[in-house]
Nanobody, 121 residues
């Protein structure tokens, strides 16, 4: 069994900062990509940022400049630092990880349950 669990969401005032964390645990042989997505009310889930096992990062246009993704491979964790928060950043943030549970097993995407980020104006 593999689990992906986010933490760190909450209510923040506009202009503030927040750090989201995500940990993958369980039967894990290897993890390729890890990333963050978000879904605002009434909107589709969208990519925020992704990081490979080698540390290459990719950000959405809306995330570039204020969001920083980082990863600790040894701990199977990924974090998302968000600065200068805006009300439009309000959303449920989901952690995603591409995990191979055992050698020879197909890579599979795992999702966390999501953590709510609410930015007040």
């Amino acid at each position: 069994q593999v689990q992906v669990v986010e933490s760190g969401g909450g209510l923040v005032q506009a202009g503030g900062s927040l750090r989201l964390s995500c940990a993958a645990s369980g039967s894990i042989f290897s993890i390729s990509h890890m990333g963050w997505y978000r879904q605002a009310p009434g909107k589709q889930r969208e990519l925020v940022a992704v990081i490979t096992s080698g540390g290459r990062t990719n950000y959405s246009d809306s995330a570039a400049g204020r969001f920083t993704i980082s990863r600790e491979n040894a701990k199977n964790t990924v974090s998302l630092q968000i600065t200068s928060l805006k009300p439009e950043d309000t959303a449920v943030y989901y952690c995603n990880a591409g995990i191979r549970a055992a050698m020879g097993v197909m890579l599979r995407d795992y999702w966390g349950q999501g953590t709510q980020v609410t930015v007040s104006s």
